[in-house]
Each structure stands twice: as structure tokens, then as C-alpha cells.
Nanobody
Framework: QVQLVESGGGTVQPGGSLRLTCAAS????????MYWVRQAPGKDLEWVST????????QYTPSVKGRFTASRDNAKNTVYLQMNNLKPEDTARYYC????????RGQGTQVTVTS
């Protein structure tokens, strides 16, 4: 099983950018599709993006498509989420996960978008 630790969150103004990092440990990382999910206050966990094992396929929820980019570096056991043109509605705790429902995820990193 993969263990996950997220970092890179913070507080930014609308239109700003952040890059989230997810450090993974475990021998199965390179064979696992990875996901980013988020949870806003008072809301359910929401799937944000998917990236395949070879960094050749990504998928995004419509609200972030064109603004967020997922990538991975298998040599470093790391997954990234580049977030541009952030909006207040992107405010949430972000998690990387090894399943799309976020059942297996790290502790998360907080992203707050506010003016």
C-alpha cells in the first residue's frame, strides 16, 4: 500500500497559483494511478484529477479543467498538481489518493483563495 504526504498549500488571492506536491512511499507507486481529491468546508469529498502510471493520461473535473495540471515523477515517487488562476471556490483541503474515491489518501494540505 502507498503512503502519501501532501504539501504546498497556502493562502493566495484570486488569480494566483500554487503547486501541490504529494510524496509517496511504497514499492507499488509506479504501478498505481494517482488522484487528487478535495474537500471544502461542509461539503463532501470531490474528485479533482486523475493521472495514469506513465504520465501520459490525465483527466479533470470540469470546474478545474484548463486551470489545473497533474503530473508525476516516478523516479522521485512524487505527484504534483499545478493550480493556476485560482478561484475562491477552489478553497478546500486537497488530498492525493491512490483511488478515485479518496479512501486511501494522505493528511491533506489546505488551499485558501481569498482577496
Amino acid at each position: 500500500q502507498v503512503q502519501l504526504v501532501e504539501s504546498g498549500g497556502g493562502t493566495v488571492q484570486p488569480g494566483g497559483s500554487l503547486r501541490l506536491t504529494c510524496a509517496a512511499s511504497g514499492s507499488t507507486f509506479t504501478s498505481v494511478w494517482m488522484y487528487w481529491v478535495r474537500q471544502a468546508p461542509g461539503k463532501d469529498l470531490e474528485w479533482v484529477s486523475t493521472i495514469n502510471t506513465y504520465n501520459t493520461y490525465t483527466q479533470y473535473t470540469p470546474s478545474v479543467k484548463g486551470r489545473f495540471t497533474a503530473s508525476r515523477d516516478n523516479a522521485k515517487n512524487t505527484v504534483y498538481l499545478q493550480m493556476n488562476n485560482l478561484k475562491p471556490e477552489d478553497t478546500a483541503r486537497y488530498y492525493c489518493a491512490s483511488d478515485p474515491s479518496g479512501t486511501v489518501r494522505g493528511q491533506g494540505t489546505q488551499v485558501t483563495v481569498t482577496s
